[in-house]
């Protein structure tokens, strides 16, 4: 048996398509252009090439992308009169501050300084507690991501043993609650958990989002079991290059999963794709409108 590869560019350019149909009718019904801010401080090389994908995709769907790009050395002050515009601003129905800030920045009080209704990436404190209370919330772009990859799978996650392996603020946690708001039945995770691989043995789906190369082995796995690696780490190569790996060991678990996310091509194809579902659903919700059919 080998697993089915469960193609994240492949759903995420159909999501895309779905986003940019609702922009285009909200559009036309309501006069409404969604708008997405993204503020990147400083020249991180990876937090750049993320920001140029975000405006070129917002762009592509229809929607209003606007960049403020600030120096390292920026205050604290002139970062959150920044938010405070962008809160102010009709224009603008997302914010999206990109991480990690540089040192010396307060990551938590510009997240808390974000307008909850503005907060697309679903890590504003009001959201995050909506979400675990069950309540209608703006989601983290990758657990919301990792959820539609699963369902591409299995069309009901009820009643299935789920195993999330990590449990971070942006993906871990939130992850579980959108898990139990599906009715799975969810076990997390983590550095201090007792025998880890009993415990993935017995999961239909396993969340790996731990951060570790190749951490989860094929043998830890149940037959069948669908695979959702959300990690990227870089390693070596014999050439002195680098390659990209997930935190599943990818060659073992073909052979044992029922359907696996690759590395790259999985999960980080979903997470921009979601962050335009983010920023429409704050649109049509700032604006006083029904949920978009994304």
């Not at 780490?233 to 997930?246: A, F, Q, S, W, Y």
């Amino acid at each position: 048996m080998t697993a089915k590869i469960i193609d994240g560019k492949v759903i995420a350019a159909e999501l895309r398509a779905r986003v940019a149909d609702e922009v285009s009718r909200v559009k036309r019904e309501h006069n409404l252009v969604p708008g997405l801010a993204v503020v990147l401080v400083g020249n991180d090389p990876a937090s750049e090439v993320y920001v140029r994908s975000k405006h070129t995709q917002t762009q592509a769907a229809g929607m209003a992308s606007f960049e403020h790009k600030l120096p390292a050395d920026v205050s604290q002050a002139d970062l959150l009169a920044l938010v405070a515009k962008l809160n102010r601003d009709p224009a603008v129905h997302g914010i999206l501050v990109q991480l990690p800030l540089p040192k010396g920045l307060n990551t938590e009080a510009v997240i808390n300084a974000i307008d909850p209704a503005k907060d697309v990436d679903g890590l504003h404190p009001n959201n995050a507690g909506r979400l675990a209370g069950g309540f209608q919330a703006l989601s983290p772009c990758t657990p919301l991501g990792s959820i539609i990859l699963t369902k591409s799978v299995h069309a009901s996650l009820e009643g299935m043993n789920a195993i999330v392996i990590g449990r971070s603020n942006l993906v871990g946690r939130p992850l579980v609650q959108l898990l139990l708001n599906e009715n799975a039945t969810v076990t997390i995770a983590h550095s201090r958990s007792r025998d880890l691989p009993g415990l993935v043995k017995r999961a239909d789906l396993v969340y790996a989002a731990v951060g570790k190369p190749e951490m989860v082995r094929g043998d830890w796995l149940k037959p069948g079991a669908t695979v959702i690696d959300i990690g990227i780490n870089r390693i070596p190569k014999e050439d002195g290059k680098t390659r990209l790996v997930g935190d599943v060991a990818y060659q073992e678990a073909l052979g044992v999963a029922g359907a696996i996310t690759p590395v790259p091509g999985g999960v980080g194809q979903m997470t921009v794709a979601c962050l335009l579902v983010n920023t429409l659903r704050a649109a049509c919700a700032i604006a006083g409108l029904p949920k978009p059919a994304v």
